[in-house]
C-alpha cells in the first residue's frame, strides 16, 4: 500500500478531530463494561485537550496520508520525569505515545507499525531510550499489535466498579 507520513499541521485539526471520534468509537464498542461513550462534545474536547498536552510535554503528531486521505494518526511525547521518579528508577529518559490511530479498513497494512515507528525515531533522535504506551485491556489487537512490535507489559491498572 502506498502511503506517506507527515508532521501535523494546525489545518489538520479537523481531520485529527474525527480520527480522535472514530477512535473513541472503537474503544466504546469492545468495552465490556460499557463504561466508555462518546458524547457529542468529545472530539472538540479531547482534541484540545490532546494539543494542549502535546505543547506542554514537547509532543509531535503524525498524520497517514494515502491519495490526499488521512488514514491514521500517532501523537506523542517527552513527558519531564518527577522527582520521586528518578530518585526510585535506574536513569532513563522516555516518549509516550498517547494516541494511535488507523483507519479500520487499513488496519494490518503497515500503516499503524509506519507510524509507530515515525514516533519511536522521534523518541530517539530527543534521547529517549524507553518508550510508554497504555492500551485499553479488552482491546487485544492494540495489545498484539504493540506486542509484536517488540513492547512487553510493564504495568497494570486494575479497577472494580462499585
Given at each position: 500500500?502506498?502511503?506517506?507520513?507527515?508532521?501535523?499541521?494546525?489545518?489538520?485539526?479537523?481531520?485529527?478531530?474525527?480520527?480522535?471520534?472514530?477512535?473513541?468509537?472503537?474503544?466504546?464498542?469492545?468495552?465490556?463494561?460499557?463504561m466508555v461513550l462518546r458524547a457529542?462534545?468529545?472530539?472538540?474536547?479531547?482534541?484540545?485537550?490532546?494539543?494542549?498536552?502535546?505543547?506542554?510535554?514537547?509532543?509531535?503528531?503524525?498524520?497517514?496520508?494515502?491519495?490526499?486521505?488521512?488514514?491514521?494518526?500517532?501523537?506523542?511525547?517527552?513527558?519531564?520525569?518527577?522527582?520521586?521518579?528518578?530518585?526510585?528508577?535506574?536513569?532513563?529518559?522516555?516518549?509516550?505515545?498517547?494516541?494511535?490511530?488507523?483507519?479500520?479498513?487499513?488496519?494490518?497494512?503497515?500503516?499503524?507499525?509506519?507510524l509507530l515507528q515515525k514516533m519511536?525515531?522521534?523518541f530517539r533522535a530527543n534521547g529517549?531510550?524507553?518508550?510508554?504506551?497504555?492500551?485499553?485491556?479488552?482491546?487485544?489487537?492494540?495489545?498484539?499489535?504493540?506486542?509484536?512490535?517488540?513492547?512487553?507489559?510493564?504495568?497494570?491498572?486494575?479497577?472494580?466498579?462499585?
Amino acid at each position: 500500500m502506498d502511503f506517506s507520513i507527515r508532521e501535523y499541521k494546525e489545518s489538520d485539526r479537523e481531520v485529527l478531530k474525527d480520527c480522535m471520534e472514530r477512535l473513541q468509537d472503537y474503544i466504546a464498542s469492545v468495552d465490556p463494561r460499557k463504561m466508555v461513550l462518546r458524547a457529542e462534545e468529545f472530539g472538540e474536547e479531547y482534541t484540545k485537550w490532546l494539543l494542549s498536552v502535546m505543547k506542554e510535554e514537547n509532543g509531535s503528531i503524525y498524520l497517514a496520508e494515502r491519495n490526499g486521505t488521512i488514514i491514521g494518526c500517532v501523537a506523542g511525547m517527552l513527558p519531564s520525569q518527577a522527582p520521586h521518579d528518578i530518585a526510585g528508577m535506574v536513569p532513563y529518559k522516555y516518549g509516550r505515545v498517547q494516541e494511535l490511530y488507523v483507519d479500520e479498513a487499513l488496519r494490518g497494512a503497515g500503516v499503524g507499525k509506519a507510524l509507530l515507528q515515525k514516533m519511536e525515531e522521534h523518541f530517539r533522535a530527543n534521547g529517549c531510550n524507553v518508550v510508554y504506551v497504555e492500551v485499553f485491556a479488552p482491546n487485544t489487537s492494540a495489545h498484539e499489535f504493540y506486542q509484536s512490535c517488540g513492547y512487553a507489559d510493564r504495568d497494570m491498572n486494575l479497577m472494580k466498579k462499585l
